[in-house]
């Protein structure tokens, strides 16, 4: 089964002058269980890509199917659930709330579901612990190195198991080191929980390194060149 | 907790690293508490005067007044006396006697169409054997006959008696025993004199136009007024002490509907702060609305947020106007702070009365306005769209 397709998606914002018309006619089908690196130049609408097969933004014209699911046949309502149980996200600049502290950051999506709050509590404990941050609990997520911040807006998009983790160019903000980590650890929890992963990156050491890279340019969406699996 | 609440609340506890956000919800809140405050010490100022006004009113007339549904008199006078002393904190009944007529003071050429009835038993005392009936009349008929206490004052009735000549008018002479003084729209008779002379102009010698009875609490008009209504049928009228004083409990009613409408525009103001406030939150917070949705959040629970964080503002706000409203209220009529030159007003300071339906009408109004002022910001957050906001955020 396919776990994206995405068939004659079409983009356009309204720009601060004229509409920017980001894609047109644009399909992408993708595999379960497959580790996909997404490239391209700036501009191309690779972000718009994912916000548009994580049904947070909906395109002019065209389908999605994600799992076998068709977000158009969801109301809002259940896209935002659908959202909440099947898909992961994690941006380039983490996004937490700076508000709250690791622990409560990586509760949210529980709390979102209607989970309890001590029972939300301890599951984000136990992935902060998966991440390898135990000891950044309580820590205002604000007080946190870029790399750590990163850990833990990974183990929010996980916190609900979800099928698809799409991850918008996740260590492009971060130094070498960090950006290796950050990847070593999303190609671990990639395998050991069976997702389907979409990675958004400029960076081609990282890309080789997925199952499959797909090129977009102004054109449109390259076939994949696969590397392994 | 729900997530909404916990995300409305940590925003606001955060709000005080955001200085000018803090600024704006610490004016709106006391925006608001201003308003409230205002509203309950002029309600409460009001309520002082008119409570007053209520008390005079219950003391001066009937609470309890039947009447015959059709014709001019009671046709079983003693089955409405018997039915209405049969009643439990029906304290007096007395027969109203009553009819129109003419007067005219000693100093006046013309004669003033009047109402008169009689008093109630023992307040109208003859002054001598022999000398003139007393009656008591209005301030009005007093200055439009130019009389004073003490003056003499012809009555004549609109009945007639025949006489050997035709029929001749019924006219007695009246020594002005009292001025009565009233409010405005209080419906008070303009002449009243003893019951046995009531009779002689009326020519109602035995029964009555009507009977009236007094409560021992007269707050209890209605329910025993239904009760009589049961007992006596659908041949009678019964009507309460508020039923006979509409004209002034309307006009009461009204005073206060117009200062609450005024007034309220504080709290109206006030809510507009909240606007500003929560609008300007939700511009801030416009990356965290994205990224709640991207982690399942519906448009209803962004909107959930904010319209919490309006009402726990607007929580803030109304408690602190409550407190103070209040206790501003109380103390100013415990200590008669606002004094009142007695010889014009007849009080001796202004009387405050905190009544607990008002502060809370007051207090659902506030809130209820900050919710409402939440809303406008709350539904633009439900309808922005996510991946914009996440897009534009970098």
């Known amino acids: 089964m396919l776990a994206v397709r995405a068939k004659s998606l079409s983009k356009t914002y309204m720009g601060e002058a004229a509409p920017v018309t980001v894609f047109q006619n644009l399909d992408f089908d993708l595999e379960e269980s497959v580790f996909a690196a997404v490239m391209g130049p700036s501009g191309v609408g690779k972000s718009t890509l994912l916000h548009l097969v994580g049904g947070i933004d909906r395109p002019d014209a065209g389908r999605v199917e994600i799992l076998g699911v068709s977000l158009d046949d969801l109301s809002p309502k259940e896209r935002a659930r659908f959202r909440n149980e099947r898909i992961g996200f994690v941006f380039q600049f983490h996004h937490l709330l700076p508000e709250f502290t690791a622990e409560e950051n990586v509760a949210f999506p529980h709390r979102i579901a209607g989970v309890p709050a001590h029972e939300a509590r301890q599951r984000a404990a136990a992935l902060l612990d998966r991440v390898g941050l135990a000891d950044r609990r309580s820590h205002l997520s604000r007080s946190l190195s870029g790399g750590e911040q990163q850990r833990v807006a990974i183990a929010r998009a996980l916190a609900r198991g979800p099928k698809l983790l799409l991850a918008d160019e996740p260590t492009g903000n971060l130094d070498s080191e960090s950006a290796r980590g950050v990847f070593d650890l999303l190609t671990e929890l990639h395998r050991e929980r069976g997702m389907t992963t979409i990675l958004v990156t400029h960076n081609p050491e990282l890309a080789k390194r997925c199952d499959k890279i797909f090129s977009m340019s102004r054109e449109g969406i390259l076939p994949a060149t696969r590397f392994s699996g | ?394």
């Open chain 2, 1 to 394: 907790m729900s997530f909404e609440t916990l995300v409305a609340l940590r925003y606001l506890a955060a709000s005080r690293r955001r200085a000018h956000v803090a600024l704006i919800s610490t004016i709106s809140m006391f925006g608001l508490a201003v308003g409230v405050a205002a509203l309950i010490i002029s309600l409460s100022l009001l309520s002082g005067f008119q409570d007053r006004i209520r008390a005079q009113m219950a003391e001066r007339s009937p609470h309890l007044r039947v009447s015959p549904a059709r014709g001019p008199i009671l046709a079983e006078p003693g089955r409405v006396r018997e039915a209405l002393v049969s009643l439990r904190g029906v304290i007096a009944v007395e027969p109203a006697i009553e009819g129109r007529g003419w007067a005219s003071g000693s100093a006046v050429e013309s004669t003033l169409p009047i109402r008169y009835r009689n008093a109630p038993p023992g307040e109208l005392s003859s002054a001598g054997e022999g000398g003139p009936p007393p009656a008591r009349v209005s301030a009005a008929v007093a200055t439009r006959t130019r009389t004073a206490p003490g003056d003499l004052l012809r009555v004549t009735s609109s009945r007639t008696r025949l006489s050997p000549l035709g029929p001749l008018p019924v006219t007695i002479m009246f020594r002005i025993a009292d001025i009565r003084h009233a409010a405005a729209l209080e419906k008070t008779p303009d002449i009243e004199v003893p019951e046995d002379a009531a009779r002689l102009l009326s020519g109602i010698l035995s029964g009555a136009r009507a009977y009236e009875a007094r409560l021992a609490d007269p707050a209890r008009a209605e329910p025993v007024s239904r009760a009589v209504s049961l007992l006596l049928g659908r041949s009678y009228r019964v009507q309460t002490w508020r039923e006979l004083n509409a004209p002034l409990s309307f006009a009461l009613r009204l005073e206060k509907g117009v200062i609450f409408a005024t007034v309220a525009l504080v709290i109206v103001v006030a809510a507009l702060n909240i606007v500003s406030n929560i609008a300007l939150t939700v511009v801030e917070k416009k990356r965290d609305l994205g990224v709640l949705t991207s982690l399942g959040a519906t448009p209803g629970s962004l909107a959930r947020i904010y319209l919490t964080l309006g009402a726990v503002i607007g929580g803030l706000g109304t408690a602190l106007g409550v407190a103070v409203g209040v206790s501003a209220s109380l103390l100013l009529d415990r200590y008669e702070i606002v004094t009142l030159p007695a010889d014009v007003y007849l009080l001796t300071h202004v009387p405050f009365a905190v009544h607990p339906r008002e502060v809370a009408l007051v207090a659902a109004f506030a809130m209820a306005t900050a919710v409402a002022a939440a809303a406008l910001p709350a539904r633009a957050a439900a309808r922005l769209a996510p991946g914009e906001a996440i897009r534009l955020s970098r």
